[in-house]
């Protein structure tokens, strides 16, 4: 009964990897969100990125959270699980620019 009870402790503190799914989908989908009405008002790159930034913040704090509490529980250095993260959530940011860039540009 006290083994059971310590497994079913350890599996509620490690984190899912649903947790990760979820922050990545919520993210990506705030990002995708932010594209018409960047393209509509007719912002620079730079601008987009501003307000790609301030709109997806508590989706990048997730999935940042995420990412890092998974990779610990993976057993990775926080330096390595904080750098996945920056990663990952580059990745994101990078691929939105390069589609904003791609359909803001005059036809």
Request: charged letters at 30%.
């Amino acid at each position: 009964m006290i083994v059971a009870a310590s497994l079913v402790m350890m599996l509620a503190a490690t984190p899912s990897a649903d947790a990760v799914g979820t922050g990545r989908k919520e993210f990506s989908k705030c990002l995708a969100a932010q594209m018409q009405p960047g393209i509509d008002q007719k912002l620079s790159v730079g601008d987009f990125q501003s307000a790609i930034k301030k709109a997806c913040a508590d989706k990048e704090s997730a999935f940042r959270a995420a990412i890092v509490a998974q990779d610990k529980a993976d057993k990775m250095s926080d330096a390595e699980a904080n750098s996945d993260a920056d990663d990952q959530i580059s990745e994101y940011v990078d691929k939105i620019t390069s589609e904003f860039e791609e359909s803001s540009r005059p036809g």
